[in-house]
């Protein structure tokens, strides 16, 4: 998934998750946001803050995290189909992102962008 906060990626990708797996493909979201929860709190938007070193190297951790997972799901047969549910705004995270899965794993990636600016439903989903 691609796109800026509350912009209804964690929706469309339960969702989709959803229809995939009744159709009978064995499906799972990885949420970062799930993982960031697990390892620390956070108050606030400056642990989103660019020049926040500290706090980037525990959204880098929990990226990896989620990729050891979303690995061992694919690897082991468990799964067919990852959703890397998270931002991956920057060219460089998605560029990440396809090196890993098709140099090291031999996965096929691509990116589903959501994109909403309706402000009444930014609001609401913040």
């Known amino acids: 998934m691609v796109g800026l906060p509350a912009r209804g990626k964690t929706f469309i990708s339960k969702k989709l998750c959803r229809y995939l797996n009744w159709i009978g493909i064995r499906t799972k979201v990885f949420n970062l946001g799930d993982y960031r929860r697990l390892i620390c709190k956070y108050e606030g938007n400056e642990f989103f803050a660019p020049?926040?070193?500290?706090?980037?190297?525990?959204?880098?951790?929990?990226?990896?995290?989620?990729?050891?997972?979303?690995?061992?799901?694919?690897?082991?047969?468990?799964?067919?189909?990852?959703?890397?549910?998270?931002?991956?705004?920057?060219r460089a995270r998605r560029h990440f992102l396809i090196e890993h899965f098709t140099n090291l794993h031999m996965f096929r990636v691509f990116f589903v962008e959501s994109i909403c600016d309706d402000p009444r439903i930014i609001e609401h989903n913040i």
């Open 51 to 90: 020049n926040n070193s500290e706090a980037a190297a525990v959204r880098e951790q929990c990226a990896r995290m989620a990729l050891d997972d979303v690995f061992s799901f694919l690897d082991n047969g468990e799964g067919e189909v990852a959703i890397f549910d998270a931002t991956n705004t920057t």
